[in-house]
Every structure is written in C-alpha cells, then in structure tokens.
C-alpha cells in the first residue's frame, strides 16, 4: 500500500488521474492520459491521449499513445509454471502470493511486461496475459482473453482471442505503420481531423501527409 500512497504523493497535480484511482510510485501516466476511478496502476506505463476506464486493473505494461481501455479489464496476468510438480509459486518464487519464502531464487517469472502499441482499442472485461505484445492499431473485443501476441491493426475476440480480420488491407497498414501519426504534434493532428473523420478512407488520403 505505501507505494500507492507514494503515488498519489508523485501524481498530486495530475488532474487526468482520479483521486479515486491507485497509482503506484513506479509507474508513469502522462499527464494527458486519462486513469478514472477505480483504476489500479502498477508499475506501468501511459502515453498521451491513451485512457483507462473505470475498475481496469493495469500491472507490468506499457501503453502508446491514443490508446481506449474500457471497464474492468485486467491486463498484466502473472502466469504460473505448469511444467513443475506444483502450481504453486511458493517452490519457485521468492516473493509469492503465499507470503511466505520457501524457494532461495526465482526459478521462474510469474509477472512478464506487457506492451500495448498506440491507437489500440481494448473493450470492457478483456483480459491479457503477461508478457503479450499488443500492436499499433489493434481492436480487441469485449470478454476477449488474450494469450498470445497480436499483430499491427488485427481484430480479435474470443478465449482464447483470435484474429477474425484486419482493419485494413496491406498497403494502407503499411502506410499508418511508415506514417506513425500518433507522435506526429498536436498542431498536425489536429490540422488533420478531417481527414480522421473519414469513413472507409483509401490509400490516396493518407498517400500524402
């Protein structure tokens, strides 16, 4: 718990954290991300303009940019072996769930990070393991659990999740991917929402930015 009221000490002026929310010491919310109430953050990562909705669990992740995490995800799942006599992590972690130091080393890994790229959209209850690579531009459907890496601007639903399609066809995936919007300045974004308010937009719209 201290380190979470060391937190709310080192995030005291970011007003896109609510007062509501944990975040721990370790962990870095730029101020033009969005937590709300509910939320818990540890040691993690939040680019701008991503936000994380009520109730979200986020442990051991990096998150880009323009990123839309909905309600009661969980993302950052420890993982236990499955290979050893016992689950239990007790025999191959110090420093467990049980509370109690049985094991002298850490034979296995049971929080891995998880990277979220930017312009991802993650509904309500998704759950992602740890260490998972989310890509630019993905969609992840609502119940959906993810096990396994995703790639750049798939969809994908399910439990486990699998991709159904993509947002778009090859070039202009490849194109949003030389392009890399979200850390072009505000001033050119916003000089080209018209373009983003475009519905089943081709190549030529973004052939020339």
């Known amino acids: 718990m201290l380190k979470y009221i060391l937190g709310l000490i080192k995030n005291l002026f970011n007003r896109g954290i609510s007062i509501f929310a944990l975040v721990d010491i370790e962990s870095n919310v730029s101020k ?3 937590v709300y109430h ?3 953050i540890y040691n993690s990562n939040i680019d701008s303009f991503s936000y994380i909705g009520p109730k979200s669990d986020i442990i051991c992740a990096d998150i880009g940019k323009f990123c839309s995490i909905s309600s009661y995800c969980c993302i950052g799942l420890a993982t236990h072996s499955i290979k050893n ?4 992590p007790i025999f191959t972690s110090k420093k467990n769930g049980t509370r109690y130091r049985w094991a002298k080393a850490d034979t296995f890994v049971e929080g891995k990070r998880v990277s979220i790229g930017s312009d991802v959209w993650i509904g309500t209850k998704v759950i992602i393991m740890g260490g998972v690579k989310v890509g630019n531009g993905v969609i992840i459907g609502a119940g ?3 096990t396994k890496d995703i790639p750049d601007y798939a969809i994908v639903v399910g439990a486990p999740a699998k991709i159904i399609k993509f947002r778009f066809d090859a070039p202009i995936i490849d194109r949003l991917l030389e392009l890399k ?4 300045s505000e001033e050119k974004l ?4 018209p373009i983003f308010q475009i519905e089943n937009f081709v190549i030529s719209d973004i052939t020339n930015i």
């Open 32 to 34: 033009k991300a969005t």
């Open 38 to 40: 509910g939320a818990k």
């Open 85 to 88: 006599i016992s689950t239990s």
């Open 144 to 146: 959906s659990i993810v």
């Open 181 to 184: 919007w979200w850390n072009m």
């Open 190 to 193: 916003r000089s080209m929402i």
